[in-house]
Antibody, heavy 119, light 107 residues
Framework: EVQLVESGGGLVQPGGSLRLSCAAS????????MTWVRQAPGKGLEWVAN????????YFVDSVKGRFSISRDNALTSLYLQMSSLRGEDTAVYYC????????????WGQGTMVTVSS | DIQMTQSPSTLSASVGDRVTITCRAS??????LAWYQQKPGKAPKLLMY???SLESGVPSRFSGSGSGTEFTLTISSLQPDDFATYYC?????????FGGGTKVEIK
């Protein structure tokens, strides 16, 4: 079964850091671009970052540039999002999703992991 | 960044109704548009890609059309399972953006 499973969410203080993970299974992970999308409580979807098959290219939404980093380990079929200098507006459910290319839709999504930034 | 605007933001309809949701892009995105369905507490589900291509396993009552800056998602006969929020998303640029969503409610 093709599956993405996120983990690592939780409660963190403003200014703190957190690392999210996304474990992939059931498909050839190294064939796919991987993406993080977030959804603040009661709000719409927001693309956060994505990374090329081999990790050689990565892109970020302006609001997280310089604070978040994205990485992947194709041997472990895992995607990561390292978040630092967290702010209240980063509070959201974070989903990982896959696409075959950078110009492709997201055909498989994980179930999401909640990140709450609060003192 | 390319802005995506959906209308309406909320739509009240009955089972069996034909429903149309519109998505407009702030600049041309050719046909690089996807539609997703999201139910409360669940991850989004891909319905359409390349504006008018139906994702495998999605019922044929869903259809998409448009190119350039204006797109529509149509549900030909609304079913109980279709009450959800729908999002469009452009993927022509590296900076991906979603529409604000359209919630389809029971009338």
């Amino acid at each position: 079964e093709v599956q993405l499973v996120e983990s690592g969410g939780g409660l963190v203080q403003p200014g703190g850091s957190l690392r999210l993970s996304c474990a992939a299974s059931g498909f050839t992970f190294s064939d796919y671009w991987m993406t993080w999308v977030r959804q603040a409580p009661g709000k719409g979807l927001e693309w956060v970052a994505n990374i090329k098959h081999d990790g050689s290219d990565e892109y970020f939404v302006d609001s997280v540039k310089g604070r978040f980093s994205i990485s992947r380990d194709n041997a472990l079929t895992s995607l990561y999002l390292q978040m630092s200098s967290l702010r209240g507006e980063d509070t959201a459910v974070y989903y990982c999703a896959r696409s075959l290319g950078w110009r492709d839709a997201f055909d498989i999504w994980g179930q999401g992991t909640m990140v709450t930034v609060s003192s | 960044d390319i802005q995506m605007t959906q209308s309406p933001s909320t739509l009240s309809a009955s089972v069996g109704d034909r429903v149309t949701i519109t998505c407009r892009a702030s600049q041309s995105i050719s046909s690089w548009l996807a539609w997703y369905q999201q139910k409360p507490g669940k991850a989004p589900k891909l319905l359409m890609y390349k504006a008018s291509s139906l994702e495998s396993g999605v019922p044929s009552r869903f259809s998409g059309s448009g190119s350039g800056t204006e797109f529509t998602l149509t549900i030909s006969s609304l079913q109980p399972d279709d009450f959800a929020t729908y999002y469009c998303q452009q993927y022509i640029s590296y900076s991906l953006t979603f529409g604000g969503g359209t919630k389809v409610e029971i009338k």
